[in-house]
């Protein structure tokens, strides 16, 4: 077998220019493949994963644009109108919600701090979706009505830690710190949160609510659940994954229009590859023909041509691996720039999972595109040799 | 075979160095695969909007009208600051406690009428009983204090209005670092529940005009005009 693969090596090496043009031209049209491969999962990685941070599936937002309200909700912003609290009780009582948690968000101006208090009022069942709020000073949920739980930029700016007493000048509301949340990166730590019946009560917004977050028993029931929920009088379902869906669709063509680039590209490098080979074929005719008249037989000629493809190829894989993992990041970088809400995390990460089928195309492009050489090779009759042909 | 290990002579070179050239490359490749690994961040997103990051340093909000009201004539003012770091044991003797890490640095204003510098004006966030409280406090070249204002704050009413007192606020002009301090002695003094935002506006006002008179011998790290 070693014998064999000397051989075969031995003949690539013969022609290293043109060997090297083809291990070339395959190694860039894989590693751009596997670029695009590792961008679109680590894109699709990412946002589910937001999702799950989020902790819900769909919002109950009042009539208006919903992606607008959504939007907004998410980024801590006011609403314009606001829902009867009656649509809470009719999302609980819906059998595919699993947790219906109500807000009540108020902006509050401070034109002369050049600053806007932003207040959230939640009941206790936000706090299974937000498992990850953690506090860095005292408790991570409300002591009394009258507490308050900052962000941590809201309690460096105000100076406030836990059991420090805190004032809405504008609501004439005095409150105690309950808890302050350790950073997490979102407007979470610039916003000021309260009980729900309190944001009431200060915003004068009693049994009213912005947005109702809901978390389904079974992501899969989505769809019967936001039909359902649809037809609450007064209010309307945004699912985070039309949200989502909105940036993976738009990831997603680009990704289909790229990869068929990477597809024409790979299907040139077979065609190099198998160019490669039958010109191998063709101008060693006389060493092919004297091994068949020394005793190689048609299948030992047929694998020896192939085993030189399969060299050819694994090479050209390697090598474009190794050059997506060197060139990625720097093409990451290029990428997110026009990538909607980009991750901040990397995307190249390289997984098992698309080397190995990398890996798996680059033998099958060695398979196919020596088929025929190996074929051609393999019929050469040793008689001709002998004959001196 | 043989004809196989005739064909493997010529080769023989550059099949050593593709082999070795491949075997770097496959290590490095190796390498940085385990090290992105290990260095994945665990924040995924850019947050939704910008956060509106804290003000680690208080900022002047109303630089036009406190000129007006503190400096007759000003036209202008620069930016400075300060590197107080390397005079931790000074400040620390005049402050009486040791100096907080904001104290390792101090940014002033120093306001001109056309060129001639006629005062500086120190910003300072200080910590009332229901909120922070901001402090503007003009200084006269020679370290008198020239007017203290509340440029933010979110007490009650009640505290605010005893705060905010044109009378209290006034028993502050005039004084100098080296005069005492006391608030209802050398200072004048506020109702029982204002008590103890009271204190941390004095303590704040004594505080920066230490900060100042040890920074004008310190060196300039930079200037801005405006």
Redesign the interface.
Known sequence: MLNWFSLAWGNLVRRPVRSGLAVSGLAASIAVLVCLWSFGNGYRRALNTELDRMGLQMMLVPLGCPYDAAARVLKGQNLDNSLPASVLEAARNDPAVAVAAPLLLAAVPRPRDGRTDMWVGLDETALDLKPWWKTTSGARWFASEDSVILGCDAAETEMRSAGDRFYSPETGQKLQVSGVLERSGTSDDSLFFVPLSTAQRMFHETNRLTAVAIRLRDPTLVRGASERLQKIPGAQVVTMTEMMGTFLNLVGAVRTLSTSVAAVALLVSVLSVFNTLLATVIERTGELMVMRAIGASRAQVFGLITLEALLLTLAGTGCGLVGALLLGPGLEGVVKRFVPMAPVERLLVPSLQIFSATLVMGVAVGVLSALYPAWRASRLHPAAALKGD | ?E??SQ??Q??SG??KY?LSS?GV??L??VL??WR??GT??T???????R??????LC?W?QPNEDMKRFFSGSTRYQTETRILSGLRAPLAAQLGREPTGDENALLLYRVYAQQTPIGVVLTR????????IELVLAVAPDGHVLGLRL??Q????NI?AALERPEWLASFVGKRVKDGWQLGEDVGGVSGEARSSAEAIVEGTRSLLVLLSVAEGAPVSNAGHH
């Not at chain 2, 200080?126 to 909120?131: D, F």
């Open positions: 075979m004809m196989a064909s493997r010529p080769g550059i099949k593709l491949t490359l496959l490095a490749a940085f695969w992105s690994q994945s961040q924040i995924l997103f850019e947050p939704p909007v956060v509106a990051q804290s003000e680690p900022p909000r966030r200080v910590k009332g009983a229901y909120g922070a440029q933010r979110r007490e009650p009413e605010a």
